[in-house]
């Protein structure tokens, strides 16, 4: 059990360092954008060249369980002088089948895990 | 829409890597984080069928010769009977199914090689306790009901115990110890 444990965290501290992370999305409030099932290469490095712009599809932590990721698309960041910090608001593409910001608020960008990069 | 996709080759080196490690879960969920699911429901509607056909058979025969009134009577205490079979029959199917299309994981399935049977066999049954009267069926269905609550509490780490339904209809349910 202990070497268990000690695996998966060794995994965890691994998939942290990478630039890329790869998902598999769960449940339906990202259709017809991503179906569940699909594959997601997720670049963690992102938003260190840019601040998040509305329209980009990013994996995050849920506010209400930060172990548990969500993937959503972001619908207003600020922009300007305050493109660099503050919040984001998320929402899922299949709005009648989603939680996101119009049920948690806005996210902290520091929340934000990645950019979806590409779909394989 | 804006998508994009991998190259083939890429992709495929990609997916791969995925059997060797899973990739991680991006939730594209519309429930509530800690979903609530409880197989007690589909245990009811179970019960209920049960009873249903109790009532059908201890209803009897539509006395030969009864009069308008009488006959009225009978045929209305059938109709009801036969009505709320029908409705508790198709809610113990969807009482499953969602817990087993949402709640379940594929480890769960793994662990419990029986789970996908089980679920066929109460749909099947479901629609069987519909289309006919049929005390066997309708006891077959609340034990595979019974079963999927155990499986499901023990996913959830939950020792679970048989008690009595303590209603009329007799049997048991399957409820957390």
């Keep these: 059990m202990a070497l268990l444990r000690w695996l998966a965290t060794a995994r965890r501290r ?5 630039p890329v992370a790869r998902y598999a999305v769960e449940g339906a409030s990202m259709e017809p954008s991503y179906r569940a099932g699909e594959r997601l290469l997720v670049d963690r490095r992102a ?3 840019r601040p998040p712009a509305v329209g980009d599809v990013v994996v995050l ?10 993937v959503k ?44 990069w590409f779909r394989y | 829409m804006f998508r994009t996709t991998l190259p ?15 990739p991680q879960t991006a939730h594209a969920h519309c429930d509530i984080p800690c979903g609530i699911y409880d197989p007690h429901y589909a245990q009811i509607a179970a019960l209920t069928v049960v009873r249903m056909d109790q009532l059908i058979e201890a209803l009897g025969e539509l006395p030969s010769g009864a009069g308008k009134a009488d006959a009225d009577k009978w045929h209305n205490s059938m109709t009801r009977y036969v009505l709320v079979k029908e409705e508790h029959g198709e809610l113990c199917k969807r009482e499953v199914r969602v817990i087993w299309g949402d709640y379940f994981k594929p480890e769960h399935a793994e662990k ?13 049954l479901g629609g069987k306790n519909r289309q006919e009267v049929n005390a ?42």
């Excluded at chain 1, 660099?84 to 119009?102: H, K, M, P, Q, T």
């Design chain 1, 14 to 18: 691994l998939q942290a360092a990478l």
């Design chain 1, 47 to 49: 938003y260190r060249r």
């Design chain 1, 61 to 70: 932590r849920d506010p209400a369980q930060p172990r548990r990721h969500l």
């Design chain 1, 73 to 116: 698309r972001i619908a207003q960041a600020p922009e300007g002088v305050d493109a660099g910090s503050s919040r984001v608001w998320v929402l899922g593409d299949n709005a009648a089948a989603s939680r996101d910001s119009r049920a948690f608020g806005a996210v902290p960008r520091t929340a934000i895990i990645g950019r979806v």
């Design chain 2, 8 to 22: 083939s080759l890429a992709a495929g080196a990609l997916r791969a890597l995925d059997r060797l490690a899973p």
């Design chain 2, 112 to 124: 419990y090689p029986e789970l996908h049977t089980l679920v066929w066999n109460i749909l099947k």
């Design chain 2, 136 to 177: 066997q069926a309708a006891q077959d269905l609340l034990a595979q009901v019974q079963r999927f609550a155990e499986i499901f509490w023990e996913t959830k780490g939950v020792a679970t115990k048989r008690q009595p339904s303590n209603q009329a209809v007799g049997g048991e349910l399957v409820a957390p110890a």
